[in-house]
């Protein structure tokens, strides 16, 4: 059964500092891996990564992929307010289609 | 460029009850695919539709069936409700091809009472 874990499950932070999140998963027949940040309904997409060692960037967020160790993290830096949600990590696999499998999401408050 | 807009937005259902929920996929995206939320878990997935097929299915009961029209809109139903069928039912759309990308509605909120 594929598995995504997320750590740490909630996040406390202060207007300016910068997290890690983390990701780790065991999977059968690994695609691709992505990023969503959820703040209340709908998840919106912010990086899909394929390749081990490449840095994506967007603003103040990044992420890298491991596939040898079989995990990511998520770096924010100089945290805002708007930056509180839950962030998702999924895994995209192959099982004659595409499927997308979800760990249970790292909660970050941003207090100011 | 209208996304994915899922209807109703809230729902109240009795125990025991059937309900049908609604997802229309973002212009030019051709797969759907079904999630169930529970307050304070990741999304878990409950199957796909493409071409008007089930493709794939997640670890659900025969309760939850679907269905996906001409148009590439599709239907998630659930018959014989359960109190733990409350969550936040997502519908992503995408398209079948070697460059995917995933579009999230903002989700159904069932409660069942």
């Known amino acids: 059964e594929d598995k995504v874990v997320q750590s740490p499950l909630s996040l406390v932070v202060h207007e300016g500092d910068t997290v890690t999140l983390n990701c780790s998963y065991e999977?059968?027949?690994?695609?691709?891996l992505l990023w969503y940040k959820q703040e209340k309904k709908a998840p919106t997409f912010l990086f899909m990564l394929?390749?081990?060692?490449i840095e994506k960037k967007s603003g103040r967020l990044s992420s890298i992929l491991d596939k040898k160790e079989l995990f990511s993290i998520l770096n924010i830096t100089a945290t805002q307010t708007g930056d509180s949600a839950v962030y998702l990590c999924?895994?995209?696999?192959?099982?004659?289609?595409?499927?997308?499998?979800f760990g249970k999401g790292t909660k970050l408050s941003v207090i100011p | 460029d209208a996304g994915v807009t899922q209807s109703p937005t809230h729902l109240i259902k009795t125990r025991g009850q059937q309900v049908t929920l609604r997802c229309s996929p973002k212009?030019?995206?051709?797969?759907v695919s079904w999630y169930q939320q529970a307050l304070g878990q990741g999304p878990q997935f409950i199957f796909q539709y493409y071409e008007e097929e089930e493709r794939q299915r997640g670890n659900f009961p025969d309760r939850f069936s679907g269905h996906q029209f001409p148009n590439y809109s599709s239907e998630l139903n659930v018959n014989a409700l359960l109190l733990g069928d409350s969550a936040l039912y997502l519908c992503?759309?995408?398209?079948?091809?070697?460059?995917?990308?995933?579009?999230f509605g903002s989700g159904t909120r069932l409660t069942v009472v």
């Open positions: 394929t390749s081990s060692g």
């Open positions: 999977v059968t027949n690994f695609r691709s």
């Open positions: 999924a895994v995209e696999t192959w099982a004659g289609s595409y499927q997308l499998t």
């Open positions: 212009s030019g995206h051709d797969t």
């Open positions: 992503a759309s995408s398209y079948d091809s070697a460059f995917r990308s995933y579009t």
